[in-house]
Each structure stands twice: as structure tokens, then as C-alpha cells.
T-cell receptor, first 113, second 113 residues
Framework: DSGVTQTPKHLITATGQRVTLRCSPRSGDLSVYWYQQSLDQGLQFLIQ???????AKGNILERFSAQQFPDLHSELNLSSLELGDSALYFC????????????FGPGTRLTVT | GENVEQHPSTLSVQEGDSAVIKCTYS??????FPWYKQELGKRPQLIID?????GEKKDQRIAVTLNKTAKHFSLHITETQPEDSAVYFCAASRDSSASKIIFGSGTRLSIRP
């Protein structure tokens, strides 16, 4: 157990809908990262927050947005969902702003039908 | 943009033999290079990392080498065991603020009994 929690574990929704994925980082970690992993694919970095502020952006679609709250938990919002958005979404946290070990959560499996 | 190439995409070795996975990166300012192992259905976990001020790092059967001039780094696993079967990801990032991490596409390692 990495200490990072993600909810829900599984999510099934229809195209065009909007969903929110939630992540709680390890105690003391200020950085939160979001990743998308499609079937048999690598890890695509989406976005990073550090202590409430967006710090780095990867290949995140405009339909996706995220935020980190004062209690450091983070939410990833996915809207106007398409079939291709079906994937495993991981959250990771680290104590450092950059260049340190990331602890991954168990992931949220999103299925868009 | 920044890119990390990882080879091979699949690798099958006899139990007890060595396995080598190679990565090249494009951002010459990268200075932190972690390797993550992802077992089937599980979260990625850090197995070893190296910073640019070091050329080699070893942890029991696992070692990583870094060639900054050539911009490539490699993972070496010796005396492979069945539990080494997994997908391995390399990554590169800058040890600084506002730095996104780029992952390689992954190597699926299978250990033959």
C-alpha cells in the first residue's frame, strides 16, 4: 500500500457525460500527478499540482481539468467523454516539487460506453 | 518536444539470465531518471533511480547506468527470477520546479522457466 488513495475504483459511464476522479496523496506529500494509461499503453503524464498550484502540464485534453484543494487532495474532471477516454487513471504523489520518487495510487478504471 | 524512447518493447529471457532495457531522452536538461515496475493489474512502483551526477547505481540484482553525453540510460537485471516478470518503464525529468516527467513506452519482460 503506497498511502495514496483513489476513488472510485471503477467507473462506467456513457459518452458525453462528465465524471470526477478523486485522489488523496500520502500524508506530507505536496505534489500530485495525474496519469492516463490506456490498454497495453504507457503512462501518459497529464498534469501536476504542488501545494494547490498547477506546476506542469502534459498531454491533457481541453475537456479535462484538475485542481488541488487546500487539504491537498486532488480531483480530475473529465467532460464530454468519448470512447477513447476509457483507460486507467493513476494519481501519484511525492514530497518534492520535482525529481523524486512518486508513489502511485491503485488507479481508477474508467469505461466509457 | 521532449521524448523518451524505450527499447525493446518486449523481452523474454531464460530464468537466471540477465535482462537489459535501454532508454534515450531528448531533453539535455533532464537530470533525474527513475525506473518503475508495473506488475499485471497493479500500480507502478519505483525500483531504482539515478541522478545526473552519478554514472551508475546498483541495488542487489538491479543496476542502472547513465551516459549523459549520449543521453541514454539502461536498466540491468541480473540472475532474473519469475517475479521479475512485469512491465518496466523508464522516465526522465528535471530536478526543478515546473518540470513534467516523460515516461518511456514500457518494456514487457517475461522470464522463461
Amino acid at each position: 500500500d503506497s498511502g495514496v488513495t483513489q476513488t472510485p475504483k471503477h467507473l462506467i459511464t456513457a459518452t458525453g457525460q462528465r465524471v470526477t476522479l478523486r485522489c488523496s496523496p500520502r500524508s506530507g506529500d505536496l505534489s500530485v500527478y495525474w496519469y492516463q494509461q490506456s490498454l497495453d499503453q504507457g503512462l501518459q503524464f497529464l498534469i501536476q499540482y504542488y501545494n494547490g498550484e498547477e506546476r506542469a502540464k502534459g498531454n491533457i485534453l481541453e475537456r479535462f481539468s484538475a485542481q488541488q484543494f487546500p487539504d491537498l487532495h486532488s480531483e480530475l474532471n473529465l467532460s464530454s467523454l468519448e470512447l477513447g477516454d476509457s483507460a486507467l487513471y493513476f494519481c501519484a504523489s511525492s514530497v518534492l516539487l520535482g525529481g523524486g520518487e512518486q508513489y502511485f495510487g491503485p488507479g481508477t478504471r474508467l469505461t466509457v460506453t | 518536444g521532449e521524448n523518451v524512447e524505450q527499447h525493446p518493447s518486449t523481452l523474454s529471457v531464460q530464468e537466471g539470465d540477465s535482462a537489459v532495457i535501454k532508454c534515450t531522452y531528448s531533453d539535455s536538461a533532464s537530470n533525474y531518471f527513475p525506473w518503475y515496475k508495473q506488475e499485471l493489474g497493479k500500480r507502478p512502483q519505483l525500483i531504482i533511480d539515478i541522478r545526473s551526477n552519478v554514472g551508475e547505481k546498483k541495488d542487489q540484482r538491479i543496476a542502472v547506468t547513465l551516459n549523459k553525453t549520449a543521453k541514454h540510460f539502461s536498466l540491468h537485471i541480473t540472475e532474473t527470477q519469475p517475479e521479475d516478470s512485469a512491465v518496466y518503464f523508464c522516465a526522465a525529468s528535471r530536478d526543478s520546479s515546473a518540470s513534467k516527467i516523460i515516461f518511456g513506452s514500457g518494456t514487457r519482460l517475461s522470464i522463461r522457466p
